[in-house]
C-alpha cells in the first residue's frame, strides 16, 4: 500500500517561516535509516490565485465490481474503449541543489550524457521501443503507453488508435528552466545511504519550492504534467530515502523523481520517473483519490522491493535504462481477463491473489 505523506506546510512565501521550522525539526531525525520508498502527497488546495483554473486534465472515468462492491476510477487519458488518443502536454523542469556545505548536485550537469539529458531520450518519451509481453505486441510507444495499453488489453487490442502519450504540441516534451535551490543546513546534507554520495533534502522544504515555481510559470497549466527532476538527491522525511512523489495543488497535477546515476542504487536512472508517472497515470488524485479494496490506486508500490527494485533493463540510444515494472487493474479487484495474457503486471509477476506485495 502506498505511503501516504501528509505535508506539514501549504506552500507559498507567508508559510515559509513555519516550514523552515518544521524542517529543522524533521531534519533532526535525518539519517537514521535508509528505507528505499516512494511516497504519495495527498491532494491539497489549489495554490492562491488559481482556485478556477480555465482548462484541465485530460481525463476518462471507470468502474470494476469486487465482491459486490463497486469501485469507480478516474485516469488521465481517453477512455479506451473509444479508440482515440491523449497527448498530454508534459514541462520537465531540472532542479539543482546546492547544499551549505557548497556541494553541487545538477541534472544538467553532463549534457546530453548527464541525467537531464538521458530522461529526454529515454523510454519514457521516445516511442521507438516495441514492448512484446509475453508474445503479445501491445505497441511501439513510450513506455507508460505500452503498460497502459496492455493494462486494457482486452478493450484496445481492437483500437489501435488507444494511446496515452506524454508530450507536446509535436509530440516533443518541454524542458523549462532550471531551478536552483540553496538549501539550508536545516533542511539538506550530504549522505551515503546506498554507499555512495547523494544530497538528503526534505521533502516539505522541497515541496513548498517546486509548488512555488508552477505558481509563478505561466506556461504552467493543469491540463499538463510538469516533472521536476533532480540528480543523485533523494528526499527525507523521518529518514532517507525517497525516490519520487507525485501529488496535485487543486487541479494541477505534478511529479518529482530523482535520476540516480550509481549503477544498483535505488532510483537508478529513470526508474523512479516509470514508478510515478505510472501512477500519477492510474492515481491522478484530481478531482479526488481513487479507492480500491487495496486502498488508492497506486500501481507502482507493490513492486518496488522486488529483485533491483523492480526494475527490468531496456536498451535505447546505446544507454540501458531501467524500467519499474507496474501492477495491472487486476491486481486491485478489476476483471482477470482484462489485462494482456490475464497478467497481474507489465513484467508477469507472479502475484496469485489481489493486494499482495512482491519480494
Given at each position: 500500500?502506498?505511503t501516504?505523506?501528509a505535508?506539514?506546510?501549504?506552500?507559498?512565501a507567508?508559510?515559509l517561516?513555519?516550514?523552515?521550522g518544521?524542517?529543522?525539526?524533521?531534519?533532526?531525525?535525518?539519517?537514521?535509516?535508509?528505507?528505499?520508498?516512494?511516497?504519495v502527497?495527498?491532494?491539497?488546495p489549489?495554490?492562491?490565485?488559481?482556485?478556477?483554473?480555465?482548462?484541465?486534465l485530460?481525463?476518462?472515468?471507470?468502474?470494476?465490481t469486487?465482491?459486490?462492491?463497486?469501485y469507480?476510477?478516474?485516469?488521465?487519458?481517453?477512455?479506451?474503449?473509444?479508440n482515440?488518443g491523449?497527448?498530454?502536454?508534459?514541462?520537465?523542469?531540472?532542479?539543482?541543489?546546492?547544499?551549505?556545505?557548497?556541494?553541487?548536485?545538477?541534472p544538467?550537469?553532463?549534457?546530453p550524457?548527464?541525467?537531464?539529458?538521458?530522461?529526454?531520450v529515454s523510454?519514457?518519451f521516445?516511442?521507438?521501443?516495441?514492448?512484446?509481453?509475453?508474445?503479445?505486441?501491445?505497441?511501439?510507444?513510450q513506455?507508460?503507453?505500452?503498460?497502459?495499453?496492455?493494462?486494457?488489453?482486452s478493450?484496445?487490442?481492437?483500437?489501435?488508435?488507444?494511446h496515452?502519450?506524454l508530450?507536446?504540441?509535436?509530440?516533443?516534451?518541454?524542458?523549462?528552466?532550471?531551478?536552483v535551490?540553496?538549501?539550508?543546513?536545516?533542511?539538506?546534507?550530504?549522505?551515503?545511504?546506498?554507499?555512495?554520495?547523494?544530497?538528503?533534502?526534505?521533502?516539505?522544504?522541497f515541496?513548498?519550492?517546486?509548488?512555488?515555481?508552477?505558481?509563478?510559470n505561466n506556461?504552467?497549466?493543469?491540463?499538463g504534467?510538469?516533472?521536476?527532476?533532480?540528480?543523485?538527491?533523494?528526499l527525507?522525511?523521518n529518514?532517507c530515502?525517497?525516490?519520487?512523489y507525485?501529488?496535485?495543488?487543486?487541479a494541477q497535477?505534478?511529479?518529482?523523481?530523482?535520476y540516480?546515476?550509481?549503477?544498483?542504487?535505488?532510483?537508478?536512472?529513470?526508474?523512479?520517473?516509470?514508478?510515478?508517472?505510472?501512477?500519477w497515470?492510474?492515481?491522478?488524485?484530481?478531482?479526488h483519490e481513487n479507492?480500491?479494496?487495496?486502498?488508492?490506486?497506486?500501481?507502482?508500490d507493490?513492486l518496488?522491493?522486488?529483485?533491483?527494485f523492480?526494475?527490468?533493463?531496456?536498451?535505447l540510444?546505446?544507454?540501458?535504462?531501467?524500467?519499474?515494472?507496474?501492477?495491472?487493474?487486476?491486481?486491485?479487484?478489476?476483471?482477470?481477463?482484462?489485462?494482456?495474457?490475464?497478467w497481474?503486471?507489465?513484467?508477469?509477476?507472479?502475484?496469485?491473489?489481489?493486494?499482495?506485495?512482491?519480494?
Amino acid at each position: 500500500m502506498k505511503t501516504r505523506f501528509a505535508r506539514l506546510c501549504q506552500p507559498m512565501a507567508l508559510t515559509l517561516a513555519v516550514c523552515f521550522g518544521l524542517s529543522a525539526f524533521a531534519m533532526a531525525q535525518e539519517n537514521e535509516h535508509a528505507t528505499p520508498r516512494f511516497v504519495v502527497i495527498p491532494p491539497k488546495p489549489a495554490l492562491p490565485g488559481h482556485e478556477t483554473p480555465s482548462n484541465s486534465l485530460q481525463e476518462w472515468n471507470g468502474s470494476f465490481t469486487y465482491n459486490n462492491t463497486q469501485y469507480n476510477y478516474v485516469m488521465v487519458g481517453a477512455d479506451p474503449s473509444t479508440n482515440t488518443g491523449a497527448l498530454i502536454t508534459t514541462w520537465l523542469i531540472p532542479v539543482k541543489i546546492i547544499l551549505s556545505d557548497g556541494s553541487t548536485w545538477d541534472p544538467l550537469a553532463g549534457g546530453p550524457l548527464g541525467p537531464l539529458g538521458r530522461t529526454v531520450v529515454s523510454p519514457m518519451f521516445d516511442s521507438s521501443t516495441t514492448y512484446t509481453q509475453g508474445g503479445v505486441d501491445v505497441g511501439t510507444t513510450q513506455y507508460n503507453d505500452a503498460f497502459q495499453r496492455a493494462n486494457f488489453w482486452s478493450i484496445v487490442q481492437n483500437n489501435p488508435n488507444s494511446h496515452l502519450l506524454l508530450g507536446g504540441p509535436t509530440t516533443h516534451i518541454s524542458v523549462l528552466p532550471e531551478l536552483v535551490l540553496n538549501v539550508p543546513a536545516g533542511d539538506g546534507s550530504q549522505g551515503r545511504p546506498f554507499g555512495n554520495p547523494v544530497a538528503e533534502v526534505n521533502i516539505n522544504y522541497f515541496d513548498t519550492q517546486i509548488s512555488n515555481y508552477m505558481a509563478q510559470n505561466n506556461i504552467i497549466n493543469p491540463s499538463g504534467i510538469p516533472i521536476f527532476e533532480t540528480a543523485n538527491t533523494y528526499l527525507t522525511s523521518n529518514g532517507c530515502c525517497i525516490g519520487g512523489y507525485h501529488s496535485a495543488n487543486g487541479a494541477q497535477t505534478y511529479s518529482h523523481f530523482t535520476y540516480i546515476t550509481y549503477v544498483g542504487n535505488f532510483s537508478q536512472d529513470v526508474s523512479a520517473l516509470s514508478h510515478e508517472i505510472g501512477e500519477w497515470t492510474d492515481d491522478p488524485l484530481y478531482p479526488h483519490e481513487n479507492t480500491t479494496p487495496c486502498g488508492i490506486l497506486e500501481v507502482g508500490d507493490p513492486l518496488e522491493t522486488t529483485n533491483n527494485f523492480g526494475t527490468y533493463p531496456y536498451m535505447l540510444h546505446s544507454f540501458t535504462y531501467h524500467l519499474q515494472d507496474l501492477v495491472f487493474l487486476r491486481y486491485f479487484g478489476g476483471p482477470a481477463n482484462g489485462s494482456v495474457n490475464s497478467w497481474w503486471s507489465f513484467q508477469n509477476y507472479p502475484f496469485t491473489t489481489i493486494c499482495q506485495h512482491g519480494s
